[in-house]
């Protein structure tokens, strides 16, 4: 039984607190709670019509995992929220460069002070959790499951030019990301007892990664540019350690 708790506050309104509580349930059976907020302010103003909040914090994670062991046998899961809201990007376009050398004109040029016509957003979204299971034999030896699974959304909106001045056919230049992606994992070992002269390491790992994408593009051309990608890939692999410890001094891998 025990825990922990953090609490922070500076200037911006940056706040932040942290806990965590472990609750053992019986003698072979335990949860823990975790959690961290975190909160602040942006560093910079938006003078234009969106009155964005670029570079603000918003932050929520939220764990919980359980163990438990008993004669050989140890499972451990755990799962994980998190969400994260960052008002968008930062920044003014700088005279001279090549992209934003029409634009530099609508910059405020005061530092931290800015002037978008397009709304900006910098969001994510993710679930995560994993399950190791182990089981370790009398004359020691080990088997082992890892299986795991994420699942991520992020969404960007962002002002291209970082002004208000009108893109090359009058729209504002504005682009709007919405990406997810989910994997898949799980690993398979075998591990050997470690006090004789030789121990080993057998394996198997199989990964498949989803994602989508979708980019849409406003201001850049005459028509707005809406692609729609998607990464399908699978791996698989195999793997084997072993060593031969010769001496205490002289090892063969």
Do not use: C
């Amino acid at each position: 039984m025990g825990g922990n708790v953090n609490l922070e506050y500076g200037s911006y309104n940056n706040l932040k607190a942290e806990g965590a509580i472990n609750l053992p349930l019986g003698t072979d059976f335990a949860i823990r709670f975790a959690t961290n907020q975190h909160g602040r302010n942006s560093y910079y103003t938006d003078l234009g019509k969106a009155q964005n909040r670029p570079d603000r914090l918003s932050e929520q994670d939220e764990r919980l995992s359980a163990l438990y062991k008993a004669n050989g046998l140890s499972v451990y899961w755990k799962g994980e929220l998190t969400q994260r809201d960052t008002g968008g990007y930062a920044y003014q376009p700088i005279a001279g460069t090549q992209f934003n050398n029409p634009f530099a004109l609508g910059a405020t040029g005061v530092p931290y002070q800015l002037k978008y016509d397009s709304l900006t957003a910098n969001f994510e979204r993710a679930f995560n959790t994993a399950l190791e299971i182990k089981y370790e034999t009398a004359g020691g030896l080990v088997l082992r499951s890892l299986t795991g699974y994420q699942n991520k959304r992020v969404w960007i909106t962002s002002d291209l030019d970082g002004s208000s001045l009108p893109g090359p056919v009058g729209a504002p230049e504005y682009q709007d990301q919405q990406i997810r992606e989910r994997v898949y994992t799980q690993e398979i070992n075998i591990i050997s007892p470690t006090t004789g002269a030789f121990n080993y390491v057998l394996g198997g790992y199989y990964q498949h990664n989803l994602v989508d994408v979708l980019l849409h593009i406003t201001g850049t051309a005459p028509f707005p540019i809406v692609p729609t990608l998607t990464t399908n890939k699978t791996n698989y692999a195999v793997f084997a350690q072993g060593n031969y410890k010769l001496t205490d001094q002289f090892e063969i891998q």
